[in-house]
Nanobody
Framework: QVQLVESGGKLVQAGGSLRLSCTAS????????MGWFRQAPGKEREFVAA????????NYADFAQGRFTISRDNAKNTVYLQMNSLKPEDTAVYYC?????????????????WGQGTQVTVSS
């Protein structure tokens, strides 16, 4: 019903910047939130940031606060994740997800649809 496609992941050097994007297609609702999660090899998936589609309320993980910025383009049904001052520990597959509730929750269980992921690798 809803498809999410991420793009923008690549190899970057520590201290560099990268912008990820995720576009939603198919059946959508206006009262929803979109979020970014990441998963490193051997690690559990963790929350990065989320944004409410109406109002634009945001929520950031502690490690993302001040370095990452989530934004959205409602007309394009696209959410972005601007990542600055990247660190090797940011290396992971980044996933976007869509929640059917407006609150930009940090819990993965709130999100019903997930993208395929895009690889971000930060070299030291």
């Amino acid at each position: 019903q809803v498809q999410l496609v991420e793009s923008g992941g690549k190899l970057v050097q520590a201290g560099g910047s990268l912008r990820l994007s995720c576009t939603a297609s198919g059946r959508t609702f206006s009262n929803y939130a979109m979020g970014w999660f990441r998963q490193a090899p051997g690690k559990e998936r963790e929350f990065v940031a989320a944004i409410s589609w109406i109002g634009g309320s945001t929520n950031y993980a502690d490690f993302a606060q001040g370095r990452f910025t989530i934004s959205r383009d409602n007309a394009k049904n696209t959410v972005y994740l601007q990542m600055n001052s990247l660190k090797p520990e940011d290396t992971a597959v980044y996933y976007c997800a869509l929640s059917s509730v407006l609150r930009p929750s940090s819990g993965s269980s709130w999100y019903q649809y997930w993208g395929q992921g895009t690889q971000v690798t930060v070299s030291s």
